[in-house]
């Protein structure tokens, strides 16, 4: 399992390459706060609609 924080998110995003977190980890889990601190930036919202 791995945790994960809101700038490598958006970096990954960004990059597109979010996909290699599902291919190197089982579990990825996203901390409330973090995911609270995604959803309030314009990118954020993107992340969990297009990466459940």
């Known amino acids: 399992m791995i945790v994960s924080d809101t ?3 958006i970096v990954l995003f960004k990059a597109d390459l979010l996909f ?9 889990l996203v901390p409330e ?3 609270n601190e995604l959803i309030k930036k314009p990118e954020g ?3 969990f609609k297009n990466n459940p």
Do not use: C, D, H, W
């Open 33 to 35: 706060a973090v995911r």
């Open 20 to 28: 290699m977190l599902k291919e190197l980890y089982q579990e990825i």
């Open 7 to 9: 700038g490598p998110l």
């Open 45 to 47: 919202g993107s992340i």
